[in-house]
């Protein structure tokens, strides 16, 4: 334990996602070592970030406007809606520039375990988006854990009475990956979306 305020500051560097006792220090050390005006820097862009950074008022991206880039974009097809957990999730499929559509961002994944249900998610605000009828396929891709499956199968019951083409990423073995190191389940999924070898 340190003294005062150099204490305070890895106690909230510690409660940064992914950020641990050491970890905190480590970076707390940093700052201290760090120029005056390193620090102001960063100070100033965590306030500026805070005060200009929202949420889009259509698909709960982050977005210094009120509509993000992507849902402003015209030329992205509006038939394919792809729904994600994690603000995150997006940036990793745009990496890919195979994904020319849409997004919806729930804002988490159903959690029991965490008190995280349907109605802490923005799942009704994804309902009036698939109303009028643009919207001919929904992609599920939430994460391949306990909690995406969850969500996944939620929303494909609340989904497929609509008449609407409900898909789900694809999963499996990575490329690289050893077949003796991968789990039973990723291994199962493999099996189960295997596609011909032509």
């Given at each position: 334990?340190?003294?005062g305020?150099?204490?305070?500051?890895?106690?909230?560097?510690g409660?940064?996602?992914?950020?641990g006792?050491?970890?905190?220090?480590?970076?707390?050390?940093?700052?201290?070592?760090?120029?005056?005006?390193?620090?102001?820097?960063?100070?100033?862009?965590?306030?500026?970030?805070?005060?200009?950074?929202?949420?889009?008022?259509?698909?709960?991206?982050?977005?210094?406007?009120?509509?993000?880039?992507?849902?402003?974009?015209?030329?992205?097809?509006?038939?394919?809606?792809?729904?994600?957990?994690?603000?995150?999730?997006?940036?990793?499929?745009e990496?890919?520039?195979?994904?020319r559509?849409?997004?919806?961002?729930?804002?988490?994944?159903?959690s029991?375990?965490?008190?995280?249900?349907?109605d802490?998610?923005?799942?009704?605000?994804?309902?009036?988006?698939?109303?009028?009828?643009?919207?001919?396929?929904?992609?599920?891709a939430?994460?391949?854990?306990?909690?995406?499956?969850?969500?996944?199968t939620?929303?494909?019951?609340l989904?497929?009475?609509?008449?609407?083409?409900?898909?789900?990423?694809?999963?499996?073995?990575?490329?690289?990956?050893?077949?003796?190191?991968?789990?039973?389940?990723?291994?199962?999924?493999?099996f189960?979306?295997?596609?011909?070898?032509?």
């Amino acid at each position: 334990m340190y003294e005062g305020v150099v204490q305070d500051l890895i106690d909230e560097l510690g409660r940064l996602p992914g950020v641990g006792p050491k970890s905190a220090q480590r970076i707390a050390f940093h700052l201290l070592q760090a120029e005056p005006v390193d620090v102001r820097r960063l100070a100033d862009v965590l306030i500026e970030v805070k005060a200009r950074v929202k949420f889009c008022s259509v698909c709960f991206n982050v977005s210094e406007d009120e509509q993000c880039r992507i849902c402003r974009d015209e030329r992205r097809d509006p038939s394919v809606l792809c729904v994600v957990e994690e603000y995150k999730d997006v940036v990793a499929i745009e990496r890919t520039r195979e994904f020319r559509g849409r997004y919806h961002v729930l804002g988490g994944a159903i959690s029991p375990i965490d008190g995280i249900g349907p109605d802490q998610l923005h799942v009704k605000e994804l309902m009036p988006r698939l109303a009028d009828g643009t919207v001919t396929e929904v992609i599920l891709a939430t994460d391949p854990n306990l909690e995406g499956e969850a969500t996944a199968t939620y929303l494909t019951r609340l989904l497929l009475p609509m008449g609407l083409r409900v898909t789900r990423l694809a999963s499996g073995l990575p490329v690289g990956g050893d077949l003796e190191y991968a789990d039973e389940v990723t291994l199962g999924r493999a099996f189960a979306g295997r596609r011909s070898a032509q």
